[in-house]
């Protein structure tokens, strides 16, 4: 599985972004694709996570009534629209894939880098 994140970029606080990432390859196997973050100097963290069959979603708690993560199966694409962003979510965002009998998301993209100024 390829995964090409893209969207971040430099938004005032309050703001919004949308950051998407699509998936190419062997993704037939795909249960889960979380968006993580990690910030300067901190350790990655998970943000959102959809099941990509129920389009289940969770979110940390710091990003809950801010992030909607949702994905497009036909496009394979997943996308976490972010509002109300704070300078605390500046932070390079991942995309990954967790695959059916994976307890862990094993598939990694790039990343993409979101700065909110103050």
């Known amino acids: 599985v390829q995964l090409q994140a893209s969207g971040g970029g430099l938004v005032q606080a309050g703001g919004s972004l949308r950051l998407s990432c699509a998936a190419s390859g062997r993704t037939d196997r795909t249960l889960a694709v979380g968006w993580f973050r990690q910030a300067p100097g901190k350790e990655r963290e998970s943000a959102a996570t959809i099941f990509w069959n129920s389009g289940y979603a969770s979110y940390a708690d710091s990003v809950v009534g801010r992030f909607t993560i949702s994905r497009d199966i036909a496009k394979k694409t997943v996308d976490l629209q972010m509002y109300s962003l704070r300078p605390e979510d500046t932070a390079v965002y991942y995309c990954?894939?967790?695959?059916?009998?994976?307890?862990?998301?094993?598939?990694w993209g790039q990343g993409t880098l979101v700065t909110v100024s103050s």
């Open positions: 990954a894939v967790r695959t059916l009998g994976r307890s862990r998301f094993e598939y």
